[in-house]
Every structure is written in C-alpha cells, then in structure tokens.
C-alpha cells in the first residue's frame, strides 16, 4: 500500500509518493527525536526545516547512526549484544542472506536493521555502501585511528561523516554522482570542523585526529600539542576545511527536498570554524569553542532570507 508522502516544505517542488511507514518503525518517532534533539541540536534545529515526512525518516536514520556510535563506545565495545547488533548492520549493509564464509544464518533482526529496511524500501537509493563505511569508521575509531597525512583525516571523516552526508542525500532526493559527491564533502567538513574544535578534549582521551605531516610541518610534535602555539596550524586545518564546505554547499541546488535545512545546517556547524577564530585559534586552553544561540539565530534568518554564505563575525 503506497500513501500520498507530498513534501510541500521548505524546498519542495514536486509532490511526490512514498511507501507508508511500517508501524513497528513510526512507533520509534518520539525515541529518535528525543535522541537528536538532545544528542545533536544544531541538526534538530535546522531539521525543522524539512518537511514532516523526511524529516522523520532523518530522525529515524539518526538514531540509527547514533545507537552505532554509542554500540562501539568503549564502554560497550566487546560486549555481546554490542557485537551482535553492530554485525547485524554489517550483514545488512553487505546485503547477505548468511555468512559468506560459513553460510551459518545472520544475526537476528534488531531495532537498527528494521529501521534500516524500512527507510530503503521508502528511498530506494539509499547507499547500503555508505552503511557499510561508517560502520568501519566506528570500528577504526575504536582502535584509535593513526592520523598520519590529510589524506588519512579525509577517509576518516568520510567514514564517519561524509557516509552521513551520502545517506541524508538520499533521504532528501538528491540524485547522481554531483549530489553524492557533495553530500559527502558536506559530511568531511564538519568532521573536520569537529576535529579542529575538539583538539583540547580529544587530547584528555589520549586521542590526536590532526594529521602528523600537519603538525610537523608546523614544528609542533605530537606531546608538545598542549602547550605549542596552534595558530597556524589550525589556521591551515580550517582553510582545508572551508575549501569542504564549499565543494558542499555547491550541492544543495541538487538535492529535492531540504535545501533550506541543509544550508542551515551548513552554515552554522561552519560557524564553528569563524568560533574558533574569534577564540584565538587556540590561544585559551583547554577550550571548546561554541557559537552563542543568538549568532545561531542570526544565520537561520540569513538562511530564510536567502543570504546564507561564509559566515562572520
């Protein structure tokens, strides 16, 4: 049975019809927003954006991706369920009826894999690939990716954001290798973004995700990265950053649905960036730059007027 799913929000041009939700799956509806609004407002604001019907499959999708996160939590990691239902997404993303190797049954459906196949058989191109990567991002950042050349912090950040990026395109319609492309440059920049804002709290963890190759080209070593001057070195991370988000931001004329929320999005994780700046580019420490609510308001209205760009002070 197919229901009229007619997006008539932000961005929608073209009603177009999607496959009702399976029941089991609505019912999670209040679990998943409750999960993004707490876990990750800057995306539940600009998710109010979307029209009601995509923006419940994103909620939906976002707590399948943040259960996953949580799945390989240290605290987690290793434990049975925990490996269960992180192998289930596996299978899923893979496509196999069992196990190549043995041909033993797969995992038993969880909350994940039912969402999951719920939200492919309502878009139809959603990339099981990109399921597949970011779960071995999860799995590489449990073991502590070693962060050697930039190269390396853009294939950690497309597995675990820009794989994001590909599976949000897909939910808002956008089609074609330009729209993938640039749903996944969105998704490194604001890894990288992540990366540049949480050098001071990555550090207590034990954890440095800016490349090696960066930091000695700047004469700061490793154990030194507490104390040594970051100026130019994140002054660098964030050019390399911002040249991301404008492969990105070029993408949202591609997308159907959403182009509001997105650049919404956009426009105030890259705040950030312009956050860290203002802050000193390091100079106060430990530190986590955070841009003010009122600056946040600001770049939503310069969304809904239409003058959403770099960003400022």
Not at 39 to 53: K, M
Not at 57 to 82: C, F, K, M, P
Not at 210 to 227: D, F, Q, R, S, Y
């Given at each position: 049975?197919?229901?009229?799913?007619?997006?008539?929000?932000?961005?929608?041009?073209?009603?177009?019809?999607?496959?009702?939700?399976d029941p089991a799956v609505e019912a999670l509806l209040p679990e998943a927003?409750?999960?993004?609004?707490?876990?990750?407002?800057?995306?539940?604001?600009?998710?109010?954006?979307?029209?009601?019907?995509?923006?419940?499959?994103?909620?939906?999708?976002?707590?399948?991706?943040?259960?996953?996160?949580?799945?390989?939590?240290?605290?987690?990691?290793?434990?049975?369920?925990?490996?269960?239902?992180?192998?289930?997404?596996?299978?899923?993303?893979?496509?196999?009826?069992?196990?190549?190797?043995?041909?033993?049954?797969?995992?038993?459906?969880?909350?994940?894999?039912?969402?999951?196949?719920?939200?492919?058989?309502?878009?139809?191109?959603?990339?099981?690939?990109?399921?597949?990567?970011?779960?071995?991002?999860?799995?590489?950042?449990?073991?502590?990716?070693?962060?050697?050349?930039?190269?390396?912090?853009?294939?950690?950040?497309?597995?675990?954001?820009?794989?994001?990026?590909?599976?949000?395109?897909?939910?808002?319609?956008?089609?074609?290798?330009?729209?993938?492309?640039?749903?996944?440059?969105?998704?490194?920049?604001?890894?990288?973004?992540?990366?540049?804002?949480?050098?001071?709290?990555?550090?207590?963890?034990?954890?440095?995700?800016?490349?090696?190759?960066?930091?000695?080209?700047?004469?700061?070593?490793?154990?030194?990265?507490?104390?040594?001057?970051?100026?130019a070195l994140l002054r660098d991370e964030i050019a390399r950053a911002d040249?991301?988000?404008?492969?990105?931001?070029?993408?949202?004329?591609?997308?159907?649905?959403?182009?509001?929320?997105?650049?919404?999005?956009?426009?105030?994780?890259?705040?950030?960036?312009?956050?860290?700046?203002?802050?000193?580019?390091?100079a106060r420490r430990p530190w986590r730059s955070v841009v003010p609510r009122?600056?946040?308001?600001?770049?939503?209205?310069?969304?809904?007027?239409?003058?959403?760009?770099?960003?400022?002070?």
């Amino acid at each position: 049975m197919c229901v009229p799913g007619t997006e008539v929000g932000a961005d929608a041009s073209t009603a177009v019809t999607t496959p009702a939700r399976d029941p089991a799956v609505e019912a999670l509806l209040p679990e998943a927003r409750a999960t993004m609004r707490r876990v990750a407002r800057t995306f539940a604001t600009a998710a109010r954006l979307l029209p009601r019907d995509v923006r419940e499959d994103t909620e939906l999708l976002y707590l399948v991706l943040r259960t996953l996160d949580d799945l390989v939590d240290l605290e987690q990691a290793g434990s049975a369920d925990a490996e269960e239902r992180l192998a289930a997404v596996e299978a899923w993303a893979a496509g196999y009826a069992s196990e190549p190797a043995t041909g033993r049954p797969l995992p038993a459906a969880t909350q994940e894999t039912r969402i999951l196949d719920d939200l492919a058989r309502r878009h139809r191109s959603l990339p099981r690939d990109a399921v597949a990567d970011f779960t071995a991002g999860m799995r590489q950042d449990l073991a502590g990716p070693r962060i050697e050349t930039e190269a390396d912090l853009d294939a950690y950040a497309y597995r675990v954001a820009g794989t994001v990026g590909r599976l949000m395109a897909a939910l808002l319609g956008g089609e074609g290798p330009g729209a993938d492309a640039a749903a996944r440059a969105l998704g490194v920049a604001m890894q990288r973004t992540n990366v540049i804002r949480d050098v001071d709290e990555d550090l207590a963890r034990g954890r440095i995700y800016l490349p090696a190759e960066a930091l000695a080209a700047h004469g700061v070593a490793p154990g030194t990265l507490a104390t040594a001057d970051r100026r130019a070195l994140l002054r660098d991370e964030i050019a390399r950053a911002d040249a991301a988000y404008d492969a990105g931001m070029a993408g949202i004329p591609l997308l159907l649905h959403g182009r509001r929320s997105v650049r919404a999005a956009a426009v105030m994780y890259r705040e950030i960036l312009r956050q860290v700046e203002r802050d000193g580019l390091g100079a106060r420490r430990p530190w986590r730059s955070v841009v003010p609510r009122g600056r946040k308001a600001v770049l939503i209205a310069g969304v809904l007027l239409g003058r959403a760009g770099r960003g400022g002070p």
